[in-house]
């Protein structure tokens, strides 16, 4: 696993260089996305969930253990092969038609009536050594019809799929036989993945499906990739995505066509300098109390971990880890918006920034929680102290931390049960009128209030 201050140093790395983008091309001077050969879908599903005719008793990495059938979706894996640009980080191209091959992961609807024509294209995280759809919320997400589509663009993610299971995965190559091993070869293989999704038939990757919308979405070290993409690259290349999602991590600082959604966890707010300000084409949410990596993802993936790891990580943190604040909600929001933004040209609500200090420190309440930001009623009507900060071993610092008020605390919150759980509903009737959370989520919230006996 990368020691996370090295991992730090890549990511500041890849922000300073985007600040000088690649020379920008005409529309008839860019350089057409090559579209890729896709076979599949690759037989195997995880145990109880086969594929007719499997002939290897093999699955995906991370396969979701999600009710995918109860909600009318399906996942699929194919093999995508072709011949791939290189760029470096300051948007030249090393090279040219560099033989490749790698994996794409697809969940989708199994029909056309429960799709709602946007597809979501996740750029996976590598930063633990291995492929991680960080950004699958699949409640969210099937609930909405999106479909999701996970790419293995990077060779840490794909060297590990190699070695997890040399039968189904041992072909897999995005170095160019070993020739481009700082991936260069990636921001041109996430883009042909992205171009796939227009093909036709039942067994294309979209198994036929209309796709109106296709969406750039990465999280972190993942963001940082896609920075270098849209600030250096993109301007000299075809444009396959019609809008990007920079979820806890950089975001480009070049005005393009394509709008650009940045969704950051408090963890990731640690300057009150904000690189650039709303626009026509860019949002910023900051989530309070929100973690980079926090307890909805960590709840999802630890039994993965056991599964096809053989362990979850544990942690010794200085403060109780993982903050129990939804930056998922905040997540959900954004796509939605994006994607009528694309559509309709209707820009997204802004969002009140974090308060810091004048000497640059965050501000805190009386409980310890970070002032401004988007406030969703776990901050607003708070049970608990939850905030981006933490520190110790390995990934500590990534995690928030979450800290239950003793029962004196609460008495004093809250006297009666009715009062507490109001106030949970109008915290959350407001962010929904202010188009930072779906129904949806705030129904969640206050099912989760509801079972939690407070105030009774």
Known sequence: MRHPRAYYAAVAAAVIVTLVPGVPATADQRSPVSSPTVSGPIPGAVPGDRLASAVEDTYPFFSTPDDLAARGYVEREFYLSGVADGWDQQGVRVATDVPYRTRIVVRRPARGHGFNGTALV??????????????????????????????????????????????????LDVTGGGRYLADELSYDIFAQAAKTLGARG?????????????????????????????????????????????????????????????VLSETDVRT??????????FRRWEVAGGAHSGWHG????????????????????????????????????????????????????????????????????SLGLALGGIRYSQVSVPTARNTGDNAGQSFCFLFGSHQPFDEATLDGLYPTRAGYLARVVRADLSNVHAGYLLPADARGNLREALASGVGG
């Open 272 to 281: 009150p300098v904000r690189p650039s300000p709303d626009t026509g084409q």
């Open 202 to 262: 039942s067994r294309a990757p979209m198994g036929g499906l209309d796709v109106r919308t296709v969406l750039a979405i990465g999280a972190s070290q993942s963001a940082a990739r896609m920075t270098v993409y849209y600030q250096s690259i993109l301007p000299q290349v075809e444009p396959v995505f019609d809008g990007y999602a920079f979820i806890v991590g950089s975001a480009p600082t070049r005005v393009g066509t394509e709008p650009v959604f940045q």
């Open 298 to 365: 960590q709840q999802y993936r630890t039994p993965i971990s056991v599964r096809d790891l053989g362990a979850a990580p544990v942690y010794d943190c200085a403060q109780p880890p993982f903050s129990r604040v939804p930056v998922n909600h905040a997540t959900a929001a954004a796509y939605d918006h994006l994607v009528r933004w694309v559509r309709k040209g209707v820009a997204p609500p802004t969002a009140p920034p974090l308060v810091f200090h004048a000497d640059g420190t965050k501000a805190r309440d």
């Open 122 to 171: 996740e750029w996976q995280n590598v930063t633990a050594g291995y492929d991680l759809d960080a950004l699958w919320n699949g409640e969210a997400m099937m609930r909405a019809g999106y479909a999701w589509i996970g790419v293995s663009a990077q060779r840490v993610g794909v060297d590990q799929l190699r070695g997890w299971s040399p039968a189904r995965y041992g072909s």
